[in-house]
């Protein structure tokens, strides 16, 4: 399958600072692009849905000015983690898939944030 | 979003079949059904998808019910590295095809 790469796969962070998610689909182009987050013994929650060029979709209760979203090419997008707190710890998820109907998503391997 | 009712957990005997069943009632016209499993502490891993025909690929069959309210995912010899936490979900292409994660099932496999 293609592959979706993530960075960092692990950032520990002290509170009140940001934190930069890279996802990167590296061969193919990711029209499409999504964020999760998942806490421990739980399933993967959707965040927000990013379009190439457009502003990303945020889910309810996700706030947009907190996890900013940016997907400016094909290739990349970042989720960007800002004034991190302790209860934003939690393991990030990236998805990303192609253009057209019935193509499959390929995920990246996640990060774990920890802020201390 | 269209909702799959999985068990929550299934065990099975190494190189034996496996049968993961999943539900969904309220599934459309347009919702694929895709399956994907997570290893701990990994981003999911593709298995399969489908829309009405039964669907085979190197790692899985998936046998989809005539009506489509219910799929069956097989796993035709069950390794130890199968054990995983395995996800049916519809994706509604109408939807911007996002994929929305039940519960899923803990598949466990004993050697």
């Known amino acids: 399958g293609a592959v979706v790469s993530q960075h960092p796969s692990w950032v520990i962070c002290k509170s009140g600072t940001s934190v930069k998610i890279e996802c990167r689909s590296l061969d193919f182009q990711a029209t499409t692009m999504f964020w999760y987050r998942q806490f421990p013994k739980q399933s993967l929650m959707l965040m927000a849905t990013s379009n190439e060029g457009s502003k990303a979709t945020y889910e309810q209760g996700v706030e947009k000015d907190k996890f900013l979203i940016n997907h400016a090419s094909l290739t990349l997008s970042t989720l960007t983690v800002t004034s991190a707190h302790p209860e934003d710890s939690s393991f990030y998820i990236c998805s990303a898939r192609g253009a057209g109907g019935g193509t499959e998503a390929f995920f990246g391997q996640g990060t774990r944030l920890t802020v201390v | ?111």
């Not at chain 2, 130890?80 to 292409?93: G, N, S």
């Open chain 2, 1 to 111: 979003d269209a909702k799959t009712t999985q068990p929550n957990s299934m065990e099975s005997n190494e190189e034996e079949p496996v049968h993961l069943p999943c539900n969904h009632s309220t599934i459309s016209g347009t919702d694929y059904i895709h399956w994907y499993r997570q290893l701990p502490s990994q981003g999911p891993e593709y298995v399969i998808h489908g829309l009405t025909s039964n669907v085979n690929n190197r790692m899985a069959s998936l046998a989809i019910a005539e009506d489509r309210k219910s799929s069956t995912l097989i796993l035709h010899r069950a390794t130890l590295r199968d054990a995983a936490v395995y996800y049916c979900i519809l994706r509604d292409e109408n939807q911007g095809g996002k994929l929305i994660f039940g519960q899923g099932t803990e598949l466990s496999v004993k050697p």
